[in-house]
């Protein structure tokens, strides 16, 4: 699946441009207008770079989460500590596996927050066009589906911006 931006100066225009991709043979998988008027940018997921953000987190919960509940439960037993004497054997253990479950959590979050990608510097590029009074249209092609480049450059925007392939 591909993914372009198509950014116009001119509401007018971008119906017009919506209308014409909608009418072709196969028409592309998704069309959305973004701006004034319009949807707003933070309910497009592909859009929002927090979006994306919370799904590689749960993502990386997913398995953080567990994996630290037994390093925390394994170390209490490698080290025999006693730092948590007041709870028993299985109790200390138990509470150091606790403690390794919320090590994970919180380094999901850390992990999740610590990848940049470069599609995020193209998103803040149209964020601002659409603050200068620009409109955008996202694109998508269905898999296999050639994008109507032709279309889009008839249209005469202001800038096609790429996601990506997907």
Same mark, same amino acid.
């Given at each position: 699946?591909t993914?372009?931006?198509?950014?116009?100066d001119?509401?007018?225009?971008?119906?017009q441009?919506r209308?014409?991709?909608a009418?072709?043979?196969?028409?592309?998988?998704?069309l959305?207008?973004v701006?004034?008027?319009?949807t %707003?940018?933070e309910? *497009?997921?592909?859009?929002?770079?927090?979006?994306? /953000?919370?799904r &590689?987190q !749960?993502s990386?919960?997913?398995?953080?989460?567990p994996?630290?509940?037994?390093?925390?439960?394994?170390?209490?037993?490698?080290?025999?500590?006693?730092?948590f004497?007041?709870?028993?054997?299985w109790g200390?253990?138990?509470?150091?596996?606790?403690?390794?479950?919320?090590?994970?959590?919180?380094?999901s979050?850390? %992990?999740?927050?610590? *990848?940049?990608?470069?599609?995020?510097?193209?998103? /803040?590029?149209? &964020?601002? !066009?659409?603050e200068?009074?620009?409109?955008?249209?996202?694109?998508?092609?269905?898999?296999g589906?050639?994008?109507?480049w032709?279309?889009?450059q008839?249209?005469?925007?202001?800038?096609?911006?790429?996601?990506?392939?997907?």
């Amino acid at each position: 699946m591909t993914s372009v931006v198509v950014v116009v100066d001119d509401l007018k225009r971008l119906h017009q441009v919506r209308d014409q991709l909608a009418a072709l043979q196969p028409p592309p998988a998704q069309l959305i207008a973004v701006g004034a008027g319009e949807t %707003a940018m933070e309910e *497009v997921e592909r859009l929002n770079p927090a979006a994306g /953000r919370r799904r &590689r987190q !749960r993502s990386m919960a997913r398995w953080l989460i567990p994996f630290g509940f037994f390093a925390g439960f394994t170390f209490t037993f490698i080290t025999d500590l006693n730092t948590f004497a007041f709870a028993g054997d299985w109790g200390s253990h138990l509470i150091g596996g606790l403690l390794g479950l919320g090590s994970g959590w919180m380094g999901s979050f850390a %992990a999740a927050a610590s *990848v940049r990608s470069e599609q995020d510097d193209r998103i /803040r590029s149209l &964020r601002n !066009r659409v603050e200068e009074g620009s409109w955008l249209l996202l694109v998508e092609t269905a898999a296999g589906a050639d994008m109507p480049w032709i279309t889009l450059q008839q249209a005469r925007p202001q800038a096609v911006v790429r996601l990506g392939d997907s």
